[in-house]
């Protein structure tokens, strides 16, 4: 069974940058695709980024494009997400999700897409 630990959270001010981990173990994800969800205070949880499995395609929420950067290393079993020019909107668990197949499509942002999830990091940006 596949199990995700998220790390990298932490407090920063707007306009600071954090780089997110995601580390898999359990089993091999590199043919899966991969994503980043994140749930504020009393909010669902949405969709932050995704990306493929072996053709690295990203997906970007509308809200984070430009600002953050999905990446992984296969040979780590680890995902990232470089999060830049935050915003106190950012603030938010930030949970990693292993999808249930490769590639992305017009369900990527779907939470049933996805079958293993972390815990959480909690990202908090002051103003």
């Known amino acids: 069974q596949v199990q995700l630990v998220e790390s990298g959270g932490g407090l920063v001010q707007a306009g600071d940058s954090l780089r997110l981990s995601c580390a898999a173990s359990g089993g091999t994800v590199s043919v899966y695709s991969m994503a980043w969800f994140r749930q504020a205070p009393g909010k669902e949880r949405e969709f932050v980024a995704a990306i493929s499995g072996i053709t690295y395609a990203p997906n970007y929420a509308d809200y984070v494009r430009g600002r953050f950067t999905i990446s992984r290393d296969d040979a780590k079993n680890t995902v990232y997400l470089q999060m830049d020019s935050l915003k106190p909107e950012d603030t938010a668990v930030y949970y990693c999700?292993?999808?249930?197949?490769?590639?992305?499509?017009?369900?990527?942002?779907?939470?049933?897409?996805?079958?293993?999830w972390g815990q959480g990091t909690r990202v908090t940006v002051s103003s």
């Open positions: 999700a292993k999808g249930k197949g490769s590639v992305l499509s017009s369900r990527t942002q779907d939470r049933g897409m996805y079958d293993y």
